[in-house]
């Protein structure tokens, strides 16, 4: 802040005269002036005059705080064109209660059916006078702000309108809200949510929100659910282990039995069970259970088990990479089982030999497996030149990495998806260091791919091809003679040169910009001499600015000058300015309150204020401010 502004503050804070004050609050061009004017004015009707048209938020909402008719503050929250104005004002309503309990809810409801800013709209949805149910579920049914719906679900109580939205929302985030609402309480929705919703999360919200040990038994008894038991198990809120155990060791009902198994944690019971019993989905459910840890047995069972539900169980938690690939060896037709402990296995040799079997869905899965896996270029490389499945050629494709091996692919197979697949597997070199000197232009290890690469975007006869090729290439004289042309790939070269241009108007580095500025190609020579120009009249202007000190000037360079860079550091400084002068005015307050007070400034940055409130130790300040943190 500038003496003279400094100087006025003083006489503003010293004098009696209010139409002295009243012309300074609403003229003076420095706000910090108006700000310390409006401190002082005593007339409610100047406060709303300068709250209705002063362009400079901090001022008006200081002009704002002092007002008390109620329905010219509720009229600024309805409709006042600045925001920030608009927050603060309902803000002072609520935490000063300006409003009785029977005027607040109307006008909140008002504004949340009105008001065009999201963090007004969920700073209101969140007010907890707000429970016009009609207004919440108008909210949660037409707004587009996905948190904003969350916010009005949470506080929804028709359980229709929640079921409704946890069934047939297509949106997993706004059915978990619903779910999370404790106003869902029907074992029905449960019961559906737990069987088909497609969220594990979601799922086990629902599982979460049975109630008791009878409930959770009605559902599961009488509502077979064989393939979410494990999840279900997973809720430990009812101590089940010696209830189950009882259940699985006198029941006779087979159902009944299997869902014991699931939630039974006795190790010796799972053992005796996979071992002993009968019934092969129980025995299965056995080995799923995450308390059966039995590594020997599963090694005795992978050698002699038939029932492939058991054995799917099996191979799915078999630690024995030995045992499991041999059963891979010896089993090779094409179902579940086999899939599973392919996915799972280790053994590169086993998995590089079954990427040449003769059943396609074999070697699939084994691709997928190999691609999965570290430095395996070699290999994929050669089942992309060699396979004759198209998908399998594209899953092998998409993990390689050796820009020589991709455009070997995209040369030499003629089929479409696997020359896109392979050509998008590509990562474009920077143009820019074809300039700099940072690497050769061509290595010789190149060369084969930049000429492949060029044949492609020149004469391929397919148009997707020969674009996407051209995306690629990594010769700026090839581009020009494309871009320059009327081929379909003209546009592509056009956005891979506008990447070398926009690299350049970037630079701040003047060896490299004088590096460029001699190079043969004249667009580029002279789009770096053109930067070294903005750059040397930029670094002039931030040295004219460091001299500057008058915060007027300052603050309409940071918000008017053509250059970015130059608002930029006009800004940088203001804020430094602004800060200290700011630490000067609060003067020898302690620490905490110094902070508070910074946060409490709004003419302090949001970066600044942020950083002070993370300071702070009053948790009921904290919790005033929290929306800064967010």
């Known amino acids: 802040m500038t003496n003279s502004a400094n100087v006025k503050i ?67 929250c309805l409709n006042h ?67 904003l719906k969350r916010q009005a679900i949470k506080k929804i109580v028709d359980e229709k309108i929640l079921t409704d939205f946890a069934l047939n929302d297509s949106n997993e985030y706004i059915r978990r809200e619903a779910i999370l609402n404790p106003n869902l309480k029907n074992l029905d929705v449960l019961y559906k949510i737990i069987k088909s919703d497609s969220d594990e999360f979601n799922r086990i919200m629902a599982i979460y929100k049975i109630p008791d040990r009878q409930s959770l038994l009605e559902i599961i008894y009488k509502k077979p659910l064989h393939h979410r038991l494990a999840e279900i198990a997973q809720n430990t809120n009812f101590s089940l282990n010696d209830y189950f155990a009882g259940v699985f060791e006198t029941e006779k009902d087979e159902y009944k039995r299997q869902v014991a198994i699931n939630f039974i944690t006795d190790s010796e019971i799972l053992e005796n069970t996979v071992l002993n019993e009968c019934n092969d989905e129980i025995r299965a459910d056995a080995i799923k259970n995450k308390s059966f840890k039995n590594q020997e047995i599963l090694d005795e069972l992978i050698l002699n088990e038939s029932n492939p539900k058991v054995l799917f169980e ?4 078999i630690q024995n990479q030995e045992l499991l690939s041999s059963y891979v060896e010896n089993h090779l037709e ?32 084994a691709v997928k497996k190999i691609s999965k896996l570290k430095n395996q270029d070699e290999i994929l490389r050669d089942i992309a030149l060699s396979e004759m499945c198209e998908e399998i050629c594209v899953v092998a494709v998409g993990s390689m990495n050796i820009r020589n091996d991709l455009i070997e692919v995209a040369d030499k197979r003629s089929e479409k998806s696997i020359r896109i697949a392979a050509l998008n597997q590509i990562r474009p070199k920077r143009l820019l260091d074809n300039f700099t000197g940072s690497i050769i232009r061509n290595s010789l290890v190149d060369l084969p791919f930049e000429f492949a690469l060029e ?60 590096e460029l500025a001699d190079c043969n190609d004249t667009k580029v020579s002279s789009m770096a001499m053109d930067r ?29 000058d053509f250059n970015y860079l130059v608002r930029s550091e006009a800004e940088g400084k203001l804020e430094k300015m602004l800060f200290h002068i700011r630490l000067d005015e609060i003067g020898s307050k302690s620490n905490q309150e110094k902070m508070k007070a910074i946060v409490n400034d709004e003419g302090f940055s949001l970066e600044i204020r942020r950083k002070a409130l993370l300071k702070i130790n009053d948790k009921d300040f904290i919790k005033k401010f929290e929306t800064l943190l967010g």
């Open 314 to 317: 099996i191979v799915s938690r």
């Open 10 to 76: 003083e006489l503003i804070k010293r004098s009696y005269n209010q139409e002295k004050i009243v012309n300074i609050a609403q003229n003076d061009p420095n706000w910090h002036v108006r700000l310390a004017a409006v401190e002082n004015i005593d007339d409610e009707n100047i406060l709303k005059d300068i709250a209705n048209n002063d362009l400079t938020s901090a001022v008006a909402i200081k002009a704002m705080e002092n007002i008390n008719d109620k329905e010219f503050l509720s009229d600024i």
């Open 455 to 514: 044949k492609m975007a020149l004469n391929d006869r397919d148009d997707d091809i020969r674009k996407l090729a051209t995306s690629k290439l990594n010769d700026e004289r090839i581009l020009y003679e494309i871009s320059s042309g009327d081929d379909v790939n003209s546009i592509d070269a056009q956005i891979r040169l506008d990447s070398l241009f926009e690299e350049i108007k970037r630079i701040d580095n003047d060896l490299i910009l004088k």
């Open 532 to 560: 070294m120009d903005d750059l040397k009249t930029w670094k002039n202007r931030i040295a004219e600015i460091n001299e500057i000190n008058d915060i007027s000037t300052l603050k309409d360079i940071s918000q008017n």
């Open 334 to 365: 094409y179902n579940e089982i086999i899939v599973k402990a392919i996915s799972r296995l280790h053994n590169k040799a086993l998995l590089e030999k079954l990427a040449s079997h003769p059943q396609s869905q074999i070697r699939f899965e």
């Open 81 to 147: 064109p600045d925001s920030y104005l608009r927050l603060a004002t309902i803000n002072r309503i609520c935490d000063e209660s300006v409003l009785s309990k029977k005027e607040l809810p109307p006008l909140l409801e008002e504004m949340l059916l009105n008001d065009h800013d999201s963090y007004i709209l969920k700073n209101v949805c969140e007010n907890p006078n707000l429970t016009n149910q009609d207004v919440l579920i108008i909210v949660s049914k037409s707004e587009n702000d996905e948190t």
